[in-house]
């Protein structure tokens, strides 16, 4: 099975935020995926997506299917001659037979979009603490507009790491040591040598892309 993707439909993985005109630019990078990947339990969301495929939605397609196929035959065999039925009673039958064929036809963006709606629901405490934290960066250290990684070829990758290892810290969350002692020399004012996101590999993989 896919992994599960941080995307949401309903959900941005990127803001840009624009200050008055008199301001200066202060430009940042945020990869939305890496920093969800460090936060704790994020792993469970892929085996809560897993068992939620098992247990509904293929118990969901079956049951439509079987359901199906009853109706369909009942509707064939109530109007073989000599068999007749009233008009109103043969509209609904046929209604109900086209409405589990439509269904049925039409599954996979079904099921894609119940993954995702479901998805969602698992992702939203994680998401609303790290977007929470990201406000309080942005207000803090005076960002004017924050991208995602894909936006341009090249970013100065020490600025895009700022703001990732800004937002890990603000979300007080155990971090690899690696990442820690790259918050430590941000704030000691050293620039911090190795990426966070921005295209760069990080100690635990994005939990989800479906």
């Known amino acids: 099975m896919k992994k599960v993707v941080l995307a949401l439909a309903v959900l941005a993985s990127s803001f840009v935020f624009t200050s008055s005109s008199n301001a200066q630019a202060k430009i940042g990078m945020f990869d939305r995926e890496a920093v969800l990947s460090l936060m704790p339990g994020i792993q469970r969301v892929d085996s809560l997506m897993q068992k939620f495929v098992k247990d509904s939605l293929q118990s969901e397609y079956e049951i439509t299917y079987a359901d199906f196929q009853y109706k369909d ?48 629901e698992y992702l939203q405490p994680f998401l609303e603490k790290m977007y929470g934290a990201m406000q309080e960066v942005i207000a803090e250290q005076k960002y004017t507009q924050i991208f995602k990684p894909d936006v341009f070829e090249y970013f100065e990758i020490e600025k895009a790491n700022e703001f990732n290892l800004r937002v890990l810290d603000k979300m007080k969350i155990p971090l690899p040591k690696e990442i820690e002692d790259q918050i430590k020399a941000l704030k000691g004012g050293i620039k911090p040598a190795s990426p966070v996101g921005g295209g760069a590999k990080t100690p635990v993989k994005a939990p989800v892309k479906n």
């Open 73 to 120: 035959s009942l509707l064939k065999n109530d109007t073989t001659p000599p068999k007749s039925l009233s008009g109103a009673i043969k509209k609904v039958r046929i209604d109900e037979v086209n409405k589990l064929k439509a269904k049925l036809v039409g599954w996979q963006q079904y099921q894609q979009q119940e993954y995702q709606r479901k998805q969602g």
